[in-house]
Each structure stands twice: as C-alpha cells, then as structure tokens.
C-alpha cells in the first residue's frame, strides 16, 4: 500500500454511499469526497440534518432518509438509489449506534435488540440490497467502520462489541465471496475520535486531545480510490494520520 502517494484529484467522478453523513466520521468523510469533485449519496434518520452539505454541494450531494433500526427503510433508500442511479462505487457503512455500556448480566434486552439492528442485522441488509449496482462499478468498494472493540470484543461494551466483531465477520466473508469480481470489501477501525459517540461512551474524557474526524480521513479516502486494491483486511484508521496532504 503506498498511501503517501495517492494523489486525490485521481479520486473524482465516483458514486458514494456514506450511511450517517449528518455528523462525525461520516460527515466528516461526505465533506471530503465531495470537495474533491464525487458525487455523494448521504443519510441521516433526519433529512433537514444534512441541510449544511445540500447548501453546500447543492449539484453532487443527495440527502436521503435511513433508518438503520427500519428494514423497510432500508428497502426503501434502496430502491431510491435505483431509480436514480446506475451504479455505486463505494458504499461505506459508517452509521451506528453505541447502545448501552454495561455487563451482560445486566445488558437490557431491548437495548441488545435495537444494538444489533442497526449495527448487524440491517447493515447486511443495505449491502445485500446495494450489492447489485457496486457490481456494475468498474472498482467497487465497502468500507465498514469498525472499532477496536470490534477486533476484539471488550467487557462491558456489550452489543455494540459484538456487532462490530460480527461485522468483522461479514467483511471477511463477502471479501472472500467477491474475490473473482471487482469489489474490495474492508473495515475501518477509526480509533477513539472527537465525536459525540465517543462523548457518550467516554464522558470525562479531554475530547481536546482526540484526534478529530478529518484526522482519520486518509485511510478512508485510500479505501475509496483507484489504488485499493486489499480486501478481506483490517485498518486501522490512525496508522494513517497525517499521510495525505489535503
Ligand atoms: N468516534 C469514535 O471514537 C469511534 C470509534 C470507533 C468506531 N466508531 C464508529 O464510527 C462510526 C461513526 O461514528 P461517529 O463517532 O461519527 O458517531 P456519531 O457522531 O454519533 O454519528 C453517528 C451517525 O450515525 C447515524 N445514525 C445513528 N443512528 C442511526 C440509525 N438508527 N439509522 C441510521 N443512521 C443512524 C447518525 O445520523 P442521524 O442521527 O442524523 O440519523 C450519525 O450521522 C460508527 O459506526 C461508530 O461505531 C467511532
């Protein structure tokens, strides 16, 4: 992987799938891509939450409504998508939810429920759904954000552990299930990032000293490009901060 290299204005003209670009990473990430010339397909539960990036990218960036806890949701962003596009390039599962932080022994089950909707069970959905148009992409990409207690579950982070370890799973699959055909399929570990999940989950933490979320960009951005050519792999998101000027 030569990551220092990669030269941006190569990265345009793509199709791009970025589930939650209301805030955070995948704000963070939405912003990037369609800076540099993509044209961006981007979700929120709450469509008015993406004003800011229709403002401002009022030609390449599509607001859409996804509710990762509703199937029909994401049948319905599906089939949206295919009316007014004839293919995705990239699709980067990057929406999620923290879920309690608690023992199992006292883990509410509502909670595992609801956890594991929106971080597993609709996710495969979504890529399921979407497979089709990534497969009419010269070079497709899926790009599914992680954690480090994805790559290796933690006590006390309970279902939100556990989904993003059988995410780990999903990626390894598909990447083996696509291996004759044009797609990579990869995680995303950012590591601890100035957001308002991390907030929530570490709320006496100096979010000052975190890196924020255009800090983790390069390795996303390298994922999203031409040059990607790892799949069935783990990054993490901080081995690559400050590789690429941008
Ligand atoms: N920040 C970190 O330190 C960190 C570390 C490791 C992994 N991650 C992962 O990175 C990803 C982004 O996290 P973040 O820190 O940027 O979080 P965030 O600031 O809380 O943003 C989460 C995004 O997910 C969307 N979302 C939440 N619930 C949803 C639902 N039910 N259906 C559809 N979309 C939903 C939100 O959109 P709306 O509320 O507008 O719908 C929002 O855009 C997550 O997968 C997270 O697990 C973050």
Same mark, same amino acid.
């Given at each position: ?18 589930? /939650?670009?209301?805030?955070? #990473? ?5 912003? *990037?891509?369609? =800076?540099? /010339?993509? #044209? ?12 800011? %990036? ?32 004839? *293919? $995705?390039? &990239? ?8 879920? =309690? ?16 909707? &929106? ?5 495969? %959905? ?15 990409? $899926? ?5 480090? &207690? /994805? ?8 279902? +939100?552990?556990?989904?993003?370890? !059988? ?6 699959? %598909?990447?083996?299930?696509?291996? =004759?055909?044009? #797609? $990579? ?30 800090? &983790?960009?390069? $390795?996303?951005? +390298?994922?999203?490009?031409?040059? !990607?050519?790892?799949? /069935? ?6 081995? +690559?901060?400050?590789? %690429?000027?941008?």
């Amino acid at each position: 992987m030569n990551i220092k290299n990669l030269d941006l204005q190569f990265l345009k003209s793509k199709t791009v799938v970025i589930t /939650g670009s209301s805030r955070g #990473i995948g704000h963070s990430i939405a912003k *990037k891509l369609l =800076d540099l /010339g993509n #044209i961006v397909i981007g979700t929120s539960r709450e469509i008015k939450s993406l004003d800011s %990036l229709s403002r401002k990218f009022n030609r390449n960036f599509y607001p859409m409504e996804l509710n990762l806890e509703s199937s029909e949701s994401v049948e319905s962003l599906a089939s949206l998508i295919s009316n007014d596009f004839d *293919k $995705i390039d &990239v699709l980067i599962c990057n929406a999620g939810v923290l879920g =309690d932080l608690n023992y199992i022994e006292n883990y509410n089950y509502q909670t595992w429920c609801k956890t594991m909707t &929106v971080n597993l069970n609709n996710q495969f %959905l979504l890529i399921q759904k979407l497979l089709p148009f990534i497969q009419k992409s010269k070079k497709g990409s $899926i790009i599914i954000t992680s954690s480090s &207690v /994805g790559q290796k579950p933690r006590e006390n982070w309970g279902a +939100y552990s556990i989904s993003k370890y !059988a995410m780990e799973g999903v990626s390894s699959i %598909l990447s083996a299930e696509l291996k =004759d055909k044009n #797609i $990579i399929v990869n995680t995303v570990n950012p590591g601890g990032t100035a957001t308002s999940m991390r907030r929530d989950a570490m709320p006496k933490e100096d979010s000052s000293k975190l890196p924020q979320p255009s800090d &983790v960009l390069p $390795i996303f951005l +390298y994922l999203s490009s031409n040059e !990607a050519h790892e799949t /069935g792999q783990s990054f993490n998101a901080r081995d +690559y901060i400050g590789l %690429l000027n941008f």
